[in-house]
């Protein structure tokens, strides 16, 4: 596939998430931000409230709302501070202010125009207003395409844990507009790659070998190379969700990496690395652990920790406590949602199998967080 045969009118991908009376579809093409016609299948009649953030509103608000214009009585913008160390109550309430002063009613839409921390908050303002009002993802970031607006996971983050105040709460339709990524910063686009990395060893090996050899193309903006990623991405995880909404057992294996991830962006303060960075490196904690035990070889480690460089992304962890860092991460990563009964469980990565999900020994987690932690 050539850069030329992805054209603006080109095919639109659509991917089912299968929940039965939730279901709802993922676009994925080319002009879709544009088209009212990505938006055909969204409840329409009442009003419509676009939540997006001072980088990105700017950028896109327009075209959304004048897309919108003939599906809803009227479309009002939100734009929320820009960043992680923003997803907070204090910043969903902003949404919930604008809602009530605009008298929202049931029938009121939102339209979350952003990333990750965007579709977060929006989803879970969606849960809570009048309990429950509708909502479309729209994301703009490629981490975004291929995970947080997929599932319907919402939530906002607390000091002492990453996303443990939230809901599952399903959208109406996700539209990804591939167009939007040409506006993302380098380094945000290798976040968003890391969570594309992490289908590969919990689920499709094929992939792995095909994003090794596309990663040039990938890390250059390349639209063919990154319809397929995403497509392929949504096609992973749509299956898992469809088999575990609610994280109760097989869902866990999407969190490769993030149980280590999740403590370095607490540790440091959310804001300071991009979720994407923390994961990468986390990936590589949870690869070492999964060879210490046996599930994994020297050389899959090798092959991720060469992937993830390629792909511009973090391979090492930082300090986030010079007195006991390794007892710092274990801290944080005990407020996990995986933990039970105050035992952190682990995805980790079995050779044949894919994801695995289990305890492990402090110890062991210890000597691992210090081998990969740079000093």
């Known amino acids: 596939m050539t850069a030329e045969t992805l054209a603006e009118d080109g095919p639109v991908t659509r991917i089912e998430i299968a929940l039965g009376a939730r279901s709802y579809p993922i676009l ?12 055909s299948h969204v409840s329409a009649g009442s009003d419509a409230l676009i939540v997006s953030n001072t980088t990105v509103g700017p950028l896109y608000a327009e075209r959304l709302e004048r897309a919108l214009a003939g599906h809803h009585r009227h479309v009002a913008r939100l734009l929320l501070p820009d960043g992680e160390q ?23 839409t939102l339209y979350a125009l952003g990333g990750g921390v965007i579709g977060d908050m929006t989803g879970f303002a969606a849960a809570c207003y009048m309990r429950g009002v509708p909502f479309v993802q729209v ?23 990453k996303n443990m105040i939230g809901a599952f709460y399903q959208p109406q339709a996700v539209v990804c507009d591939l167009d939007v990524l ?44 990154l319809a397929h990623a995403v497509k392929r991405s949504c096609e992973i995880k749509a299956d898992v969700v469809a088999q ?7 869902r866990a294996i999407l969190n490769f990496g993030h149980t280590f991830g999740h403590a370095i ?42 992937l993830l460089e390629r792909a511009g992304l973090p391979t090492h962890g930082p300090v986030i406590d010079p007195a006991d860092n390794a007892g710092s991460y274990l801290e944080h990563m005990r407020v996990d949602k995986k933990a039970q009964a105050g035992e952190i469980r682990y995805v980790l990565i079995e050779r044949g199998h894919g994801a695995v999900v289990r305890a492990v020994p402090d110890a062991l987690v210890r000597e691992v967080i210090d081998r990969c932690c740079a000093t």
């Open 28 to 39: 994925i093409g080319r002009a879709l931000l544009a088209d009212p016609g990505s938006f």
């Open 86 to 108: 923003y997803k907070t109550w204090a910043t969903l309430n902003l949404i919930f202010d604008a809602l009530l002063r605009r008298a929202a009613d049931r029938k009121t």
């Open 139 to 161: 994301p703009t970031t490629l981490l975004a395409q291929v995970d947080s607006s997929v599932g319907g996971k919402t939530a906002i983050n607390h000091p002492l844990g």
């Open 182 to 225: 040409k506006t993302l910063p380098a380094r945000e686009l290798s976040a968003g790659l890391a969570e594309v990395i992490k289908y590969g060893p919990i689920a499709d090996m094929a992939f792995f070998d095909w994003l090794e050899q596309h990663m040039n193309a990938l890390r250059a903006g390349d639209l063919p190379a």
């Open 244 to 250: 575990d909404e609610r994280e109760a057992g097989l």
């Open 265 to 306: 962006e607490a540790g440091l303060g959310f804001g300071a690395w991009l979720h994407g960075e923390a994961v990468a490196a986390g990936m590589v904690m949870a690869a070492h652990v999964s060879q210490e035990l046996g599930l994994a070889d020297r050389a899959f480690v090798q092959r991720l920790v060469a």
